[in-house]
């Protein structure tokens, strides 16, 4: 049994900071990759930023800059370092985690933490 334990969304007002933490709890034998999505209200889910075990890390266009993603081997946890927010960062945001157990390897997802920007 594998879960994602998100926390850090809140309200913010434009320009402002938050930070998202998850980690990976459970049985887990090695988290091969780490990252955020987020899904607007009626929009798609996106990612937003990931990070492999490679080290290559992925981040959404429209946060470059803004957006920092980190991890924690340690304690197989994901950061993510928001900045100079925008309304237009408003969504529900889902740490997502690729992870083997000692019998598969699967995606995985938390509940999501929601980040509202706004004055």
């Known amino acids: 049994q594998v879960e994602l334990v998100e926390s850090g969304g809140g309200l913010v007002q434009p320009g402002g900071s938050l930070r998202l933490s998850c980690a990976a709890k459970?049985?887990?034998?090695?988290?091969?990759?780490m990252g955020w999505y987020r899904q607007a209200p009626g929009k798609e889910r996106e990612l937003v930023a990931s990070?492999?075990?490679?080290?290559?890390?992925n981040i959404l266009d429209s946060v470059k800059g803004r957006f920092t993603i980190s991890r924690d081997t340690a304690t197989n946890s994901v950061f993510l370092q928001m900045n100079n927010l925008k309304p237009e960062d408003t969504a529900v945001y889902y740490c997502?985690?690729?992870?083997?157990?000692?019998?598969?390897?699967?995606?995985?997802w938390g509940k999501g933490t929601l980040v509202t920007v706004s004055s």
């Open positions: 459970g049985s887990i034998h090695e988290v091969y990759r």
């Open positions: 990070n492999h075990n490679s080290g290559a890390t």
């Open positions: 997502n985690a690729f992870i083997a157990t000692m019998t598969s390897g699967m995606d995985y």
